[in-house]
């Protein structure tokens, strides 16, 4: 058997209509529910489609809506003709007249109860949706949860149009346990709520509530339409408004502050009205207050008088008494003002004046200061600035003032009081093993005092990180000026240019081993901290890394530390530092002033390889011509290039003990500089690679700071290069 509840119908009751009045004793109500005009039962009772039928005929009283498949609070049933092992059906629904329609914009929904069935839900042919359901065995269907309507049992067509008829069709799928019993009804979706057990027993008005039938006055499209004919105008109320209705036609309603019917003459009246001038606590009027219905309107005072707030009248005004007034308590804010300001400013103050020396603390400011007093030369030179100092320096560190950003921190260009021009390393630093990094740097650069070491001017430790504060070098880092390009060409940078660099670079690190107060080892040369100038003298900087080694010392053991590329490999196998692993990292920087290329290359197959190693190769496997930059071998001064290339693979060899001192570095590219090689006289270097076989040979080189010469076998240290990694 299918069971069809098509509409179980609130209709919400609407005040009366126009265009002709109701006669008198109409009736107003059939059973427990009411009703007025439009609708009414018997002739002349209300519009046309709007009348109602009181059927008396049952045990309780029935209100039906134009045919008797609407029914007002009752349930309606159909059965279309299908019975057990029906295949196919097929069911409709007509509305009771064109003002009427099921709403579409109230989550309306079809449900359908049963088993093995797909409903599809048609309006006037078309299709609005469809949905299947099956069911399981009984102890599965036992166990399914209430209220999941997805298929199990029970499944929904969402209307969301609204519907003035409809058709629904159903077949017979054929899945899973199939029952004869179908029953399908249209309600609200929040409004019923599945259950197993009502697959088995018979859905009642207390199980569905009701679904709702949406209408409007049919006898114009919309309300100008409506309006344009006065005749036929059903909103008669003086106080009622016209309002379209989204299925067609128009519907009135009562204006704000009347309810009633507005189908009715003076149907329309105010609400319960209450004088809110009569209650001032609850509703506020510093003025003149007039009431009206359903509000109040409150004006101001005349001129001349003041609403009186003890009184709650408007008062004569007293002009002094006002001016004093508003002088008194003018001239109280200011004063709470000013007080509040100075109050807050030193509550500030006091806040930073704690930060600063908490910071202070934490930076090792009481360490610093003990190791700085502690070298007459360091405290000369080296001061610990304020942050405020360095705030009007930087102009409380303005993003302009930006000169450089790194891994390590942020570089700013700033001003002192004193006109020197300065620049200024705030650093991120957050673990304290960053900040003895730091504490390291500053004590090693207060002991140096060198034109080509970048100078320290001194730190700030009252700010959240420490701040390093130099002299402001201008013109970037050699690895800049070797790899930086205009209009797609690398900038000029003649011979004479580079063995001086390189010169000044090794004068640098000559002192940092042997002249200052204390041995000190960089750690972390290379290109990227050395800085140039205006006139691109070079400033060895970036000591953080460094170690001071006493005079009775060789090397240090420590962890590994630098960057890869210009790491000695002996200090990486071993954590053994000497001052050979900073000529290591020399060595690198002498081959890229050499070559014009980056630390890291590619090499002919396309992989990545340490700039030394492919340049130990290339020594022994190609002529040095194809090797250096070819900007330099246009200046024709190919004796000291080639020395160059051979001091350059001395620094890189594999073993430390084989590699020359900085000194020794130097003092030969100090005789380069000096002199000029002539051919045949006082051979620096002579080097030629044989056609056939092509092994390097190398003469006697004067070795600076010896009386006498200096051998070394440029055939073993071939062999050495054999063994690096390619």
Known sequence: AITLLPLLVTLLAAPATAAAAPVRRCPTSCGLIDFSYPFGVGPGCSLPGFNLTCDANTYSKRLLLGSPSVTIVRTVRMRPRAGAGTVSASASWDGPGRPFAISGASNMSLFVLGCGVTATLLDRGAAVGNCSVACAGEEVMRRLPNGLCVGVG?????????LRAFTLNLSRTGDGVSRDKLTFFVTGQDRYTFRPSDLDRDIHLDMVPPARLDWAI????????AMDDRVTYACVSNQSE?????????ACHCSRGFSGNPYAVDGCVPDQDINECLQPDKYTCNGICQNSLGSFTCFSCPRGTDFDIIARKCKASNVILG????LSSGAGILFLAVITIIIIHRWKKGIQKQLKKRYFRKNKGILLEQLVSSDPSASDSTKIFSLEELEKATN???HSRVVGRGGHGTVYKGILMDQRVVAIKRAKLVASAEIDQFINEVAILSQINHRNVVKLHGCCLESEVPLLVYEFISSGTLYDLLNGAQDGRLLPMPWEERLRIATEIAGALTYLHSAASMSILHRDIKSMNVLLNDSHTAKVSDFGASRSIPIDQTHLVTAVQGTFGYLDPEYYHTGRLTEKSDVYSFGVILVELLMRKKPLIENENGEKQNLSNYFLWAMGERPLEEIVDKQVLQEQDMEAIKHVAFL????????GQKRPSMKDVEMRLQFLRARKVAPGKDEVVRSHRDVGGGDWHGGVVPAAGHDGTRQYSLEQEYASSLRIPR
């Open 396 to 398: 409380y560190f303005d």
């Open 154 to 162: 029970c499944c929904r067509i969402d209307v969301g149009v609204h």
């Open 648 to 655: 350059a693979r001395e620094c890189l060899n594999l073993r």
């Open 218 to 225: 049919p006898s114009q499209p919309d309300c100008r339409h």
């Open 323 to 326: 001016v004093t007034i508003g």
């Open 242 to 250: 016209c309002r379209d209705s989204p299925i067609g036609g128009y």
